[in-house]
């Protein structure tokens, strides 16, 4: 079965850094758009970045010159590097498959927990 798998969250103190993975098995991974999204309890699921097949991104504007989001092809990956990390950033981060080009369009995994103590 398909699936998309999140990694790498953790607990970290206030300014330190993450990184997330999102991975996924079979070839269609490379044609599809990846966005990462994250839910605080209580809150809706929040748009985070976006990265498309051939490189391009995009941040909502509360991560912007924090987080850097990138692929890896040949690794069907796609990582979520999340720099200087604060208390408001503490929520399940997931990822998602779009684009007119994906196979798969639409899936998405479980999610990693990400805390960021103060």
């Known amino acids: 079965q398909v699936q998309l798998v999140e990694s790498g969250g953790e607990s970290v103190q206030t300014g330190g850094s993450l990184r997330l993975s999102c991975t996924a098995s079979?070839?269609?991974f490379k044609d599809c758009a990846?966005?990462?999204?994250?839910q605080a309890t209580g809150k809706q699921r929040e748009w985070v970045?976006?990265?498309?097949p051939a490189g391009g991104?995009?941040?909502?504007?509360s991560v912007k010159g924090r987080f850097t989001i990138s692929r890896d092809t040949a690794k069907n990956a796609v990582y979520?590097?999340?720099n200087?990390?604060?208390p408001e950033d503490t929520a399940i981060y997931s990822c998602e498959t779009i684009g007119s080009m994906?196979?798969?369009?639409?899936?998405?995994g479980q999610g990693t927990q990400v805390t960021v103590s103060s």
């Open 26 to 28: 079979g070839t269609f």
């Open 57 to 61: 991104t995009s941040y909502t504007d």
């Open 34 to 38: 990846i966005n990462w999204y994250r």
């Open 49 to 52: 970045s976006f990265i498309g």
């Open 80 to 82: 979520l590097q999340m």
């Open 102 to 108: 994906c196979a798969r369009p639409n899936l998405r």
């Open 84 to 86: 200087n990390l604060r």
